[in-house]
């Protein structure tokens, strides 16, 4: 006699997943479009992970440093969720409204504050040493570069996304962020391994990436073409900075 076969929820699990990261994105997109100081904390952060490359710090300092501007921006975002559910829950100004949105921008200035004290005791390391610790430690530049360029470019993809205000996180938008990271992956492989048959297959990749997100809809080719074109520039830039005794 067969048993009953139990339900397959496996689908429908990751189906809630991706639906979990895609509102998580919606989030960051929308705080970025109307609140001026994410815009800040993106730029800011985006500016001291290069910063973490040009001085060459070691992997510990760039992970607390990492985990610093994840804890800013993470208020930030409450801050503006608790401002967003004091403005639908109030319909008149009422003192314990602003106390709420007080004491959330209080949160957020006293992380930013500490993160700031901390951030030059940590590049406090990397400047002293100075000199040829700038142009050492080689071996370790590609891995921590390619993390900083994604997240750089993840960074520039959201702000684009925010100013355009069409698009969310992981579909659509004026430029395409799948397809921004792969051509920073490709020439970030180019750049550092200098391989032509290394780069060929690198950018091969990220073509495949570009065409798919065309094929399926998502995005347009134009918007694909920026996504390239933001992926690629940003990559360049970072290895310039972090590769300054290179000539091309």
């Known amino acids: 006699m067969h048993q009953p076969r139990e339900p397959h929820y496996l689908p429908i699990e990751r189906s809630r997943i991706l639906r979990s990261f895609h509102h998580a994105f919606e989030g960051i997109i929308y705080a970025t479009r109307t609140e001026p100081n994410m815009r800040v904390h993106f730029l800011i952060a985006a500016l001291v ?34 401002e967003a559910i004091v403005d639908l829950l109030t319909v008149t100004h009422h003192p314990l409204a602003k106390s709420a949105k007080d004491a959330a921008a209080g949160a957020v200035l006293i992380a930013a504050v500490g993160a700031a004290l901390a951030g030059y005791l940590i590049f406090y390391q990397g400047i002293i040493s100075g000199g040829a610790r700038v142009f050492s ?83 347009r080719p134009f918007e694909v073409f920026w996504g390239a074109v933001l992926g690629t520039l940003l990559a360049v830039v970072i290895y310039l900075l972090v590769r300054p005794h290179v000539m091309l």
Not at 65 to 80: P, R
Not at 180 to 194: E, S
Request: charged share 10%; glycine share 6%.
């Open 137 to 219: 430690a080689v071996q370790a530049v590609p891995a921590n570069a390619a993390l900083i360029s994604l997240a750089v470019v993840a960074i520039a993809t959201v702000f684009a996304k925010a100013w355009v205000g069409r698009g969310s996180a992981l579909q659509g938008g004026a430029v395409s962020g799948h397809t921004a990271l792969a051509f920073a992956v490709a020439t970030m492989l180019a750049f550092f391994y200098q391989k032509p048959l290394a780069a060929i297959l690198a950018y091969f990749g990220a073509f495949l990436v570009a065409q798919s997100r065309v094929e399926a809809r998502i995005h």
């Open 49 to 82: 992970l290069v910063a973490t490359l040009v001085l060459r710090l070691d992997r510990f300092y760039v992970v607390a440093t990492i985990g610093l501007i994840a804890l800013v921006l993470s208020l930030e975002l409450m801050n503006t969720a608790i």
